[in-house]
């Protein structure tokens, strides 16, 4: 269970150009659910998914994680978390694009514990394997297609096996087909009991997962207020 409550993230607090990016947000997401978040540009969406992420630390609030609060946590429990609980499919995917399929999929396992060196290929391997890429293992990420990028970053996302897997706009670069096979991949994900949070402008894909939550100007709302 992801459980936000008043979360609020102020960027520029007290200065000219405060930026109210997310307002007392109140949600909360089950284990093993698949939840959309919409809203237009610059509504607050990157920000919310930063948070749940890790990846940002909220201006006040309470952010649970399971039976865990974010703010009460060491850095290193902060990062034991974000390494193996956490896979974030980066917004326009952040891959390295001078570096192989297989060097860019490995290289969450170097920040955490669970898999040993010497396990590394056949984890990455199994990974591209399940994700029908490990022919491309070898091959510099820019010699890629888009659909095929985006594979490339969700193995990434999933080589530490996490429970909750965070997308930004996983598919606003693709054509429709391909944005189909790659929502396809994360209901699977879904089916497999992990816990889906997709940030995407696109309804086709929203009305594929099991709720939507609309956000404008910051402030949430599980009705379409865009
Ligand atoms: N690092 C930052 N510093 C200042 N303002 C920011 C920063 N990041 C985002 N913002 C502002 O916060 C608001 C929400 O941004 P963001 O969460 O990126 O929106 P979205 O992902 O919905 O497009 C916007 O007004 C944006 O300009
Ligand atoms: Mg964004």
New binding site residues.
């Given amino acids: 269970m992801i459980k936000l409550n008043n979360v609020s993230?102020i960027?520029?607090k007290g200065k000219d150009?405060e930026?109210i990016?997310?307002d007392n947000a109140c949600v909360e997401i089950i284990a093993g659910s698949s939840v959309a978040i919409m809203?237009?540009?610059?509504?607050?969406?990157?920000?919310?998914?930063?948070i749940i992420g890790c990846l940002d630390v909220m201006t006040s609030g309470e952010y649970c994680i399971g039976d865990k609060e974010v703010a009460t946590l060491k850095s290193n429990e902060l990062a034991e978390i974000r390494n193996a609980k956490i896979g974030f499919v980066l917004?326009e995917n952040a891959l390295i694009n001078s570096e192989s399929v297989y060097e860019n999929v490995k290289l969450p396992l170097c920040f955490s514990k669970k898999y040993k060196i010497k396990e590394f290929k056949k984890r990455v391997l199994e990974v591209l394997k399940s994700l029908n890429i490990d022919s491309l293992y070898k091959r510099k990420v820019r010699d890629l297609s888009g659909g095929q990028r985006q594979r490339v970053a969700i193995a990434r996302a999933l080589v530490n096996d996490p429970d909750i897997i965070l997308a930004?706009?996983p598919t606003s670069a693709l054509d429709s087909k391909t944005a189909s096979e790659i929502i396809a991949i994360f209901k699977d994900l879904q089916g497999e009991g992990k816990t889906i949070i997709i940030?995407t402008h696109d309804k086709r894909v929203a009305d594929q997962l099991d709720r939507t939550v609309y956000?404008k100007d910051?402030l949430l709302s599980d009705i379409d207020v865009i």
């Fill in positions: 993230k960027y520029n150009n930026v990016a997310l809203g237009v540009s610059g509504s607050g969406k990157s920000t919310m998914l930063n917004q930004d706009e940030v956000i910051g």
